[in-house]
């Protein structure tokens, strides 16, 4: 006999009804794994012949235990339930809130500039070179805008479903600027103003150089955290040197979209 067979054989009513902890449940499992005494013992319980061990008083004295176990279980799983209840809740309206937000305050920026222009398509042409009316046209890219005046090239890029970062708005001329550089007006949304202005100039084809600045809605600079002292200096220097070409493109922005006034 083993030296725990009494403290387990206490337990083994409690085992034998499922009301026992689960530290005491692993102490008998274990126990039973190696005492074939105890095991005869447990298998009795269902047995007649063991009824001295295992009476129907002492089953009515469990029934109590029984009962407050099945409580606790069931409030266990109760607030199991509601706590991913709670869980999915808040995601659901964490989730909503977002889609609200991007709709409104994201796509809906881009879309304004995009009202009253046709998504990149292809169209069906005659053998003279003359759309035909009657085809309807086939979207190339659902996301994308692009026209032109005489002058120059509007570009309007809608970003993609709960993407904040890959909206475009462009502009730039379609003629040759000279001396081999090009200057391109991107909008953008900022984060102390409803928009801003991003000018990239590629200064040199050949060494592929380009310089970059930003400006506000009343076109004041605007710096990078990052960006230090000497940078900063050459982004004014930039700005001076090409600031008749950049002042012709924001105001052929504002022509074309009054939401810039």
């Known amino acids: 006999m083993n030296e725990n067979c009494g403290v387990v054989g206490d337990l083994l009513p409690l085992y034998h009804d499922g009301v026992c902890s689960e530290e005491s449940r692993k102490l008998v499992e274990d126990h039973l794994s190696h005492c074939q005494r105890c095991r005869a013992v447990l298998d009795g319980f269902d047995d007649d012949r063991n009824s001295e061990l295992w009476s129907e008083g002492q089953r009515d004295d469990l029934k ?20 991913v209840g709670i869980t999915l809740g808040v995601m659901t309206v964490l989730f909503g809130a977002y889609n609200i937000w991007w709709y409104t305050q994201c796509l809906g920026f881009y879309q304004q500039f995009a009202l009253g222009h046709e998504l990149l398509s292809m169209y069906a042409y ?21 026209w032109e ?12 479903y709960l993407d904040h970062r890959n909206g475009q708005v462009s502009v730039k001329r379609l003629d040759n600027e ?47 955290e990052h960006w230090d ?18 002042m012709e493109l924001i105001e052929a922005a504002k022509a074309m979209w009054s939401c810039l006034e």
Request: net charge negative; proline share 5%; glycine share 6%.
């Open 229 to 246: 002292v000497e940078f900063i200096e050459r982004q004014n220097e930039i700005f001076l040197e090409y600031q008749g070409e950049v």
């Open 126 to 146: 005659d053998e003279n070179g003359n759309r035909i009316p009657d085809v309807k046209p086939v979207v190339i890219n659902d996301k994308l805008c692009c």
């Open 64 to 83: 109590p235990l029984k009962k407050i176990n099945q409580t606790v279980r069931k409030g266990k799983r109760k607030a199991a339930l509601i706590g």
């Open 149 to 160: 005046d005489e002058t120059y090239q509007y570009e309007v890029r809608l970003p993609e």
């Open 178 to 224: 000279p001396d081999g550089y090009s200057i391109r007006l991107y909008i953008e949304r900022g984060s102390e103003h409803e928009y801003e202005y991003h000018v990239s100039i590629m200064v040199s084809r050949q060494e592929d150089m380009y310089e970059y600045f930003i400006l506000d809605p009343q076109l004041n600079q605007l710096y990078l």
